[in-house]
């Protein structure tokens, strides 16, 4: 989906602006995140889903409406996939990175693996992921979804922002930007 567009922004500025942050409110993801999608830099409030090893609410989560209207306009959100860290099973590829491109995903970050990279890199929705690995999940239908997710040691939570560049991944309760 095209149309959606957020204003520049650059993770170290945010990181700068915020480094004697005591609260907790701002978060940096740390750097195991490898770039994979067509965009490099996203942004958006967070939608989240857990599971381990099934893709099947990640499915359904991109093959649903990726974005909010707000009084500023259209914002896509960035679905956050906590799969455990786990390296054996890829919780998105090519299928659903074009879904979540086509339905207005700003991007998907996923505690986890992905596969058909020659695919994702084509979508327009910013991806991030620890690896890529060719076997795919089984869907059984097992996961939860917008809860607080703790991704690498930092906790996440639906409605939180996420801010993606190529220094790395923020997060914070309300936009920055």
């Known amino acids: 989906m095209s149309g959606t567009v957020f ?3 650059s993770t170290c ?5 915020h480094k004697g942050d005591q609260s907790g409110d701002f978060r940096v993801l740390p750097p195991v995140f490898r770039e994979f999608g067509g965009r490099a830099s996203f ?3 967070v939608y989240t889903v857990q599971c381990f090893e099934d893709n099947s609410f990640v499915k359904q989560a991109v093959e649903s ?3 909010l209207d707000t009084p500023a306009g259209r914002v896509g959100q960035v679905l956050i ?3 455990g860290s786990s390296l054996r099973r890829a919780l998105v590829g090519g299928n659903l990175a074009a ?3 086509r339905n207005g995903w700003a991007g998907l970050v996923v505690d986890g693996c992905v596969r058909d990279l020659a695919e994702l890199e084509l979508q327009e929705v910013g991806i991030r992921a620890l690896a890529p690995m060719p076997l795919p999940t089984e869907r059984r239908q097992q996961g939860l979804t917008q809860l607080p997710v703790r991704i690498q040691g930092v906790w996440v939570r639906p409605g939180d922002w ?3 560049d190529r220094d790395g991944i923020v997060i914070a ?3 920055l930007v």
């Open 7 to 9: 204003p520049p922004f």
């Open 162 to 164: 996420l801010y993606a």
């Open 43 to 45: 942004c958006g409030p």
């Open 13 to 17: 500025d945010f990181c700068d602006a």
């Open 173 to 175: 309760p309300r936009p």
């Open 81 to 83: 996939v906590d799969g």
């Open 99 to 101: 879904a979540a491109a």
């Open 65 to 67: 409406q990726g974005w």
